[in-house]
Structure formats: structure tokens, C-alpha cells
């Protein structure tokens, strides 16, 4: 039994390639191109030789009762060959935030399950045919079939059986997406086993790995979330000073972000006389009820989330276009679909429909629908 971690992680040190290591998972590279060129020798040619002697030195130092002597060897001309049996081939992604790979994982598992039917599957292990039972007594039925595994609570398998053949989905560590080939017996292959086609066996699981990455359809980089929302009512920094988070379920924090909105084309900022006044006129309140101080207060705490940037040299605001746009969202989610959307949900509609439907309520209604077909699809109840 060979591990090509240990190898790559050998030849790594000796480049000089910082890392931190995990059994056989790199969890963390400083030049994760270089490590990626030392990983790809093991697909080279020149690697058939280092395995013989590997083989060679084992068998003629550990296990000398079965070796003929060297002048025996010369003499008769003999000599050991040696074959591939499993072989499992991987591709390791490393992501900087585990939350987001979890995201992600779970998105692929939900759209393609359902869509890797046994075409799809034949595709992806490049072959013509499913799978076929060798006749005989005792024998057992290849396997075909798309699983979802739960070992441990905290690690889910993706897996794809095909006959002797393997591809698992599933997270390494915190922040490592790990997605590997299996050949449970190489004589089933048809690049044959012998030690000499260990890089054509090696090429054609590789094949199979990107044709599985092809076929699966990934989540759009645009709706994998970062920590905005996760993270928007913790407390933040500015300067020195410490400010509380920005909390959308208060209606005061609520009026400043319509505030701020609504400021956002001035060309030259606002002042916090400018948002402390817009504030009092959205909420209906005299001048005691959100003084400059408290409007000073709220814009700091924006400040703290990078939603709201201060112009230099200036005492004015303007919201950053990044901060715009997060603010925006935000409110006009929860103002103009989740509250409506909540609302028809806790209170279902019953009888006949109407028949002069207003236009956004007919949306509204479509998207309720798309809601419960989608919870469906991904095994939601609702």
C-alpha cells in the first residue's frame, strides 16, 4: 500500500512549500500551484520505476523467504512483476470559509441527485453499458446506485457506485472539499492492471473525476451568501470606539437605512443634521425623540459594518456601493417579500380565488408556488 500524500508531502519540504497537513489532506498550502505540479509527477511515466523499486526493495529485505537468491536470479533470468489492484484518485478544494463550502455542498447534493439518472451515469464513467453480472453461483450483482451517507453527525458522503467503480463527495476537515475516484479492482478496467499502466489508470480515473464536475451542476458563485447577514447584528469597530450591531428588527435602525438610502444620490454626502432629520420625518417624531447624537450613534454602527463610509477631510457620509446595494436588499426583502410572503403562509387562503386579482398579488401568489415546488424538489416539508 502506497500514499501519494506522504510522497507529495516529502518532495513539498524539500522545495521549501509551507503547510499543515491532516492524515492525507493538505488543509492549508502557501503555494498551492507548486504543490499541485509535485502532485501531477505521480502521473508521469517516470513514477513505474520508483513503484518497482519500491516493490523490489520490499520484497528482497522484508520478505526474503520468498525470493530466489541474486545469483539465482541471474542464472535463471527470473524476475517478479507486479499489478495494480485499487487505486483511488482525488482532487481536494480549499476553501477559506467552511460555512461557504457547506453551502455549497449541500447545493450540489440537492440539485443533482435527482438528475444522475443511468445515462448520465455511463457518461461519467465513460462506458456504453451499465454494469453487467458475471454468471456463476454465489456471485453478487454489481452495484448501481446514487447514495447519501451519514457516518458521523458531522460529515455526509456523496457517493456514486458503478460496478467496481467509485466517486465520493465529501468535506475533509473544516474547510476542505475533497472529491475522489475509486477503482476497487483494476482488472476491470480496460487499460488493464499491470504495474507499467499505472499512469494510463491513473489518466483514466482523472477522466472520470472531470467528467463528474461536469455533469454535476454547482451552485452560481453569486448565491453562495458570505457572513453579511450572519454577522449583521454583532457588535463592530470603529477606530477605537465600540458600537453595537445593526439590527433590521428595530424600526428605529430600519427608518435610518430607508434614511441613508434615500440620501444616497446627494453628490456630496450628508451631514448627520441631514440623516437625523430624515429619520424624524420617516418616523413621525419631534426633534427630542432621535436627536443628531443618537443619528451620530447609528451612523457608526453602519460605519462598523462598511455599509457607510466617512468622506475625508469632511464631516459627511455616503454609503459604499457595496453598502448600498447589501442595505437595499435587505430592506426591500423583508418590507416587500418576506412580509408578504409570511403573511399568505400563516394565513392560507380558502375558497375561490378572486376574480379581479390584483397584479402583485398574482405575483405574490407565483412565487408562494415556486417556494413549495422548490421545497419539494429538495425534500423540504412544508
Known amino acids: 500500500m502506497s500514499n501519494g500524500h506522504e510522497y507529495v508531502a516529502c518532495q513539498a519540504r524539500k522545495a521549501g512549500i509551507r503547510f499543515t497537513k491532516e492524515g492525507n489532506c493538505f488543509t492549508d498550502v502557501s503555494d498551492a500551484a507548486a504543490l499541485a505540479e509535485i502532485a501531477e509527477t505521480l502521473r508521469s511515466p517516470d513514477v513505474v520505476g520508483h513503484l518497482e523499486q519500491v516493490c523490489e526493495r520490499w520484497i528482497y529485505s522484508a520478505c526474503l523467504c520468498f525470493a530466489l537468491t541474486l545469483e539465482e536470479r541471474e ?11 485499487q487505486l483511488e484518485y482525488s482532487r481536494n478544494l480549499l476553501f477559506k470559509s467552511g460555512r461557504q463550502m457547506e453551502e455549497l455542498f449541500n447545493g450540489v ?24 453480472r458475471h454468471k456463476g453461483k454465489g456471485k453478487k450483482a454489481p452495484r448501481l446506485e446514487v447514495v447519501v451517507e451519514k457516518p458521523k453527525y458531522d460529515l455526509t458522503v456523496f457517493k456514486i457506485h458503478f460496478g467496481k467503480l467509485t ?12 472529491i475522489e475516484v475509486i477503482v476497487h479492482n483494476a482488472r476491470t478496467l480496460p487499460c488493464g492492471c499491470s504495474l507499467p499502466k499505472f499512469p494510463q489508470i ?22 453562495i451568501s458570505d457572513d453579511t447577514l450572519d454577522r449583521l447584528a454583532d457588535p463592530s469597530q470603529v477606530g477605537r470606539t465600540r458600537v453595537g450591531g445593526v439590527d433590521l428588527n428595530k424600526p428605529r435602525l430600519r427608518a435610518v437605512v430607508e434614511a441613508v438610502i434615500s440620501l444616497a444620490p446627494a453628490p456630496n454626502g450628508f451631514k448627520v443634521a441631514d440623516l437625523a432629520a430624515k429619520v424624524r420625518e420617516m418616523m413621525g417624531v419631534g426633534p427630542d425623540a432621535y436627536t443628531s447624537r443618537q443619528a451620530a450613534y447609528d451612523l457608526k454602527k453602519l460605519q462598523g459594518k462598511h455599509l457607510v463610509h466617512k468622506i475625508s477631510r469632511s464631516r459627511r457620509y455616503q454609503p459604499t456601493s457595496e453598502g448600498l446595494r447589501t442595505m437595499t436588499a435587505l430592506l426591500v426583502l423583508r418590507e416587500k417579500v418576506i412580509k408578504p410572503l409570511l403573511a399568505g403562509a400563516g394565513r392560507p387562503r380558502h375558497g375561490r380565488e378572486l376574480e379581479n386579482q390584483c397584479s402583485i398579488d398574482a405575483h405574490y401568489e407565483a412565487i408562494r408556488l415556486q417556494m413549495y415546488n422548490l421545497f419539494q424538489f429538495v425534500g423540504i416539508a412544508v
Open 109 to 132: 447534493i440537492d440539485r443533482v441527485r435527482a438528475a444522475l439518472d443511468v445515462k448520465t451515469l455511463k457518461t461519467i464513467f465513460g462506458t456504453k453499458r451499465r454494469p453487467f
Open 167 to 178: 466517486v465520493k463527495l465529501y468535506t475533509k476537515g473544516e474547510r476542505v472539499l475533497r
Open 75 to 85: 542464472r535463471t533470468g527470473f524476475r517478479y512483476s507486479y499489478s495494480d489492484y
Open 202 to 223: 491513473v489518466a483514466h480515473l482523472s477522466n472520470i473525476l472531470n467528467r463528474f464536475l461536469d455533469v454535476i451542476h454547482c451552485v452560481d458563485k453569486a448565491f
